[in-house]
C-alpha cells in the first residue's frame, strides 16, 4: 500500500472515530454507549491493522489484536455484565443537558482543529486528520467523564479517552514501542476492573450514585 | 455521460420524478405491512389514492380566504419546480441557467411555508398544532442540510448538483474521505425528518398527538388534498434524489445515448429502492420520538454535519 492510501484510510477511520464519539455522546441508554464504545474499538484495531500492513511492524499486529480481543470484546462484554448485575437500562443521566453537551462536543472539535493547525512545524510533520481527530476524542471522552452523574457511563468515557489516545499515537508515531502500548492497555484493564469493582461494591452496601459522593462527611 | 444536460433532458427527469414519487411511498408503505407481517396495500394505492381525490368535489371550511385554494397548487409548483434541480438519469451541468442546492433548498422551504401558511388560513386548531410544529422543525433541519450540502460543495468547488454528481465520479464509495463518511451520517439522521417518517414524524396516523404534516393537510380536500399529497410525494423522492446526487454517482460515465439514459433511469431506481428500503426499516424498528426529544435527535445530525465541514475546511 502507498502512504496515500494508508493516509486515507487513517483520515476515514478517523471520521468514523468521530462518528461513534458522536454516538456515546448522544447515547439515551448506556448499553447503546457500550455498544458505540466496542465498536471503535473495532475501528482502532482496524486502523492498527492497516499501519501494520503499511509499514511491516509486527508489534502493530500484537496490538490491533490484542486491543480487538481486549477492548472491543472483553471490555464492553465486562460493562454489558456490570449493567445486568446492577439491573439499570437508562442510566445515562446527564448533569447537563444532552443539547448542551452535543454543542460542548461541537466546541471541542472545532477547538482541536484549530489547536493542532497551530501547531505549526509539528503539524506540518503529521499529514491527514489524525492529529486533530485523535486530539478531539481523547477530549470528548473527558466530556463524557465530566458530564454524567453514574459510573457506568464515566467508565465508558474513560475507554473513549484511552481509544483517543490510543489512535493518536498509532497514527503520529506509526507504531510506539509494544512494551508501551501493552502497558497503556493493562493500565485500562486494571481501572475497568478497579471500577467495576467499586460500582458493585458501593452499590451494594450504600445504594448512592457518584453524584451523591460529591461531598465529605465527618 | 457527464456532458451538459439540455432542457429536454432536464424536464423528462423533473416528470420522471413526480411520476415515481407516489411509487416510492407505495413501496416503502408495503415493506411497512411485510415486515408487520401484514398483506398491506399494493405499491400502486397512492396513486389510487390520488386519482380518486382528483375526481371528488371540495369542502372548505367558510373562515379561508382566497388564498386557502392557492396553497395546494403553489406548493405542488415548488416541489415539482425543486425537483428540476435534481440530476436523475446522467450528472453535469445543465446546459441553460438553472439553481443549484440552495435553490432546491430555498424551493422546498417555501412550499413547507406554504402548506404551514394554508394551515393557519383555515383557522383549525390541529391545522395550527401542525403548523407550528413543523415550523419548529424546520429551521433544525434545514440548516444541516444545508451544512451537508457544502461539505461536499466545499470539494467540488460549485453548488450545482448536476456538477457536484459528476465530481463524484464512478469510484465512489473508494472515493469517500473522511467528511463523506460523517456528512451522509448527518443525511440518514435527517432523512426521517425530511421525508416526514418515524422518529420525527408519523405519515400513517391522524392522531392529533403525533402528526405534523398530516396536521397540516387536515382543512385540505378533494383536488387540494390531491395536489398536497403528490407534494409530498413528490418532497420525498426529491429528497432521496438530493443525497444520492450528493453521494452516489449519477448515471454511467461511458455510455451514451439512449441505452445510457435507460442505465441511468435504473440505477437511480436502485438508489431510490436502496434509501427507501433505509427508511421503512427504521419506520419499523423505532417508535416516535416525543416532540420536544426531536432537537436532540437532530442535533447529532447537526453535529455531523458541523464536524464534516471541519475536516473539509480546518
Known amino acids: 500500500m502507498s502512504s496515500e492510501t494508508v493516509q486515507t484510510i487513517i483520515d476515514d477511520l478517523g471520521a468514523l472515530l468521530l462518528f461513534t464519539m458522536i454516538l456515546i455522546i448522544a447515547a439515551r441508554q448506556i448499553s447503546h454507549a457500550i455498544h458505540s464504545v466496542?465498536?471503535?474499538?473495532?475501528?482502532?484495531?482496524?486502523?492498527?491493522?492497516?499501519?501494520?500492513?503499511?509499514?511491516?511492524?509486527?508489534?502493530?499486529?500484537?496490538?490491533?489484536?490484542?486491543?480487538?480481543?481486549?477492548?472491543?470484546?472483553?471490555?464492553?462484554?465486562?460493562?454489558?455484565?456490570?449493567?445486568?448485575?446492577?439491573?439499570?437500562?437508562?442510566?445515562?443521566?446527564?448533569?447537563?443537558?444532552?443539547?448542551?453537551?452535543?454543542?460542548?462536543?461541537?466546541?471541542?472539535?472545532?477547538?482541536?482543529?484549530?489547536?493542532?493547525?497551530?501547531?505549526?512545524?509539528?503539524?506540518?510533520?503529521?499529514?491527514?486528520?489524525?492529529?486533530?481527530?485523535?486530539?478531539?476524542?481523547?477530549?470528548?471522552?473527558?466530556?463524557?467523564?465530566?458530564?454524567?452523574?453514574?459510573?457506568?457511563?464515566?467508565?465508558?468515557?474513560?475507554?473513549?479517552?484511552?481509544?483517543?489516545?490510543?489512535?493518536?499515537?498509532?497514527?503520529?508515531?506509526?507504531?510506539?514501542?509494544?512494551?508501551?502500548?501493552?502497558?497503556?492497555?493493562?493500565?485500562?484493564?486494571?481501572?475497568?476492573?478497579?471500577?467495576?469493582?467499586?460500582?458493585?461494591?458501593?452499590?451494594?452496601?450504600?445504594?448512592?450514585?457518584?453524584a451523591d459522593l460529591d461531598r465529605l462527611r465527618g | 455521460m457527464t456532458g451538459e444536460r439540455p432542457l429536454a433532458l432536464v424536464l423528462f427527469e423533473m416528470i420522471l420524478l413526480v411520476l415515481l414519487g407516489p411509487l416510492v411511498t407505495g413501496v416503502i408503505q408495503k415493506l411497512k405491512a411485510l415486515l408487520q407481517c401484514r398483506q398491506g396495500a399494493g405499491i400502486l394505492q397512492p396513486y389510487h389514492d390520488i386519482i380518486k381525490l382528483f375526481r371528488k368535489g371540495t369542502v372548505q371550511a367558510d373562515t379561508t380566504s382566497g388564498f386557502f385554494q392557492l396553497v395546494p397548487v403553489l406548493v405542488l409548483a415548488a416541489t415539482v419546480a425543486a425537483g428540476a434541480l435534481v440530476p436523475v438519469v446522467r450528472a453535469g451541468p445543465p446546459a441553460f441557467p438553472l439553481g443549484d442546492a440552495l435553490m432546491l433548498l430555498g424551493l422546498l422551504a417555501l412550499a413547507r411555508f406554504l402548506t404551514a401558511v394554508g394551515a393557519l388560513d383555515a383557522g383549525g386548531a390541529f391545522g395550527g398544532m401542525g403548523a407550528s410544529r413543523e415550523m419548529t422543525i424546520a429551521p433544525l433541519v434545514e440548516p444541516v442540510l444545508m451544512m451537508v450540502v457544502f461539505s461536499t460543495a466545499v470539494a467540488a468547488g460549485t453548488t450545482e448538483l448536476g456538477t457536484l454528481a459528476a465530481h463524484r465520479g464512478a469510484s465512489w464509495i473508494l472515493a469517500w474521505r473522511g467528511a463523506d463518511f460523517l456528512g451522509f451520517a448527518a443525511m440518514l439522521v435527517l432523512l426521517p425528518a425530511e421525508t416526514g417518517r418515524i422518529p420525527v414524524d408519523n405519515p400513517d396516523t391522524h392522531l392529533e398527538l403525533t402528526m405534523l404534516h398530516e396536521g397540516m393537510?387536515?382543512?385540505?380536500?378533494?383536488?387540494?388534498?390531491?395536489?398536497?399529497?403528490?407534494?409530498?410525494?413528490?418532497?420525498?423522492?426529491?429528497?432521496?434524489?438530493?443525497?444520492?446526487?450528493?453521494?452516489?454517482?449519477?448515471?454511467?460515465?461511458?455510455?451514451?445515448?439512449?441505452?445510457?439514459?435507460?442505465?441511468?433511469?435504473?440505477?437511480?431506481?436502485?438508489?431510490?429502492?436502496?434509501?427507501?428500503?433505509?427508511?421503512?426499516?427504521?419506520?419499523?424498528s423505532y417508535a416516535k420520538l416525543r416532540f420536544f426529544r426531536v432537537p436532540q435527535y437532530l442535533g447529532i445530525g447537526f453535529v455531523c454535519a458541523l464536524m464534516a465541514l471541519a475536516l473539509r475546511i480546518l
Not at chain 1, 52 to 67: K, P, Q, R
Open chain 2, 217 to 284: 393537510l387536515l382543512e385540505h380536500s378533494g383536488p387540494g388534498l390531491a395536489c398536497m399529497m403528490l407534494a409530498s410525494h413528490t418532497r420525498q423522492i426529491v429528497t432521496l434524489g438530493l443525497v444520492s446526487a450528493l453521494f452516489f454517482p449519477v448515471g454511467l460515465a461511458d455510455v451514451a445515448g439512449v441505452v445510457g439514459l435507460l442505465l441511468g433511469a435504473g440505477g437511480f431506481a436502485a438508489k431510490i429502492l436502496v434509501l427507501a428500503t433505509c427508511l421503512a426499516l427504521v419506520e419499523s
Open chain 1, 38 to 210: 466496542a465498536a471503535q474499538s473495532l475501528l482502532i484495531a482496524i486502523a492498527g491493522a492497516v499501519l501494520a500492513t503499511a509499514t511491516g511492524n509486527t508489534d502493530l499486529w500484537v496490538i490491533a489484536g490484542v486491543t480487538l480481543s481486549i477492548k472491543a470484546i472483553v471490555l464492553p462484554w465486562v460493562l454489558h455484565w456490570v449493567v445486568r448485575q446492577l439491573n439499570v437500562r437508562r442510566e445515562v443521566e446527564p448533569v447537563i443537558p444532552f443539547s448542551a453537551t452535543l454543542a460542548l462536543a461541537v466546541a471541542v472539535v472545532v477547538m482541536s482543529f484549530h489547536l493542532s493547525a497551530s501547531l505549526g512545524s509539528v503539524r506540518q510533520a503529521i499529514t491527514g486528520n489524525a492529529l486533530p481527530v485523535g486530539i478531539s476524542i481523547t477530549l470528548l471522552g473527558v466530556l463524557v467523564m465530566a458530564t454524567r452523574k453514574t459510573a457506568l457511563t464515566q467508565m465508558v468515557g474513560l475507554f473513549a479517552s484511552e481509544n483517543g489516545i490510543f489512535f493518536t499515537a498509532m497514527a503520529v508515531t506509526k507504531g510506539m514501542p509494544l512494551i508501551i502500548e501493552i502497558g497503556v492497555i493493562l493500565d485500562v484493564i486494571l481501572a475497568a476492573l478497579v471500577m467495576t469493582i467499586l460500582v458493585l461494591r458501593v452499590r451494594s452496601t450504600v445504594d448512592a450514585d457518584i
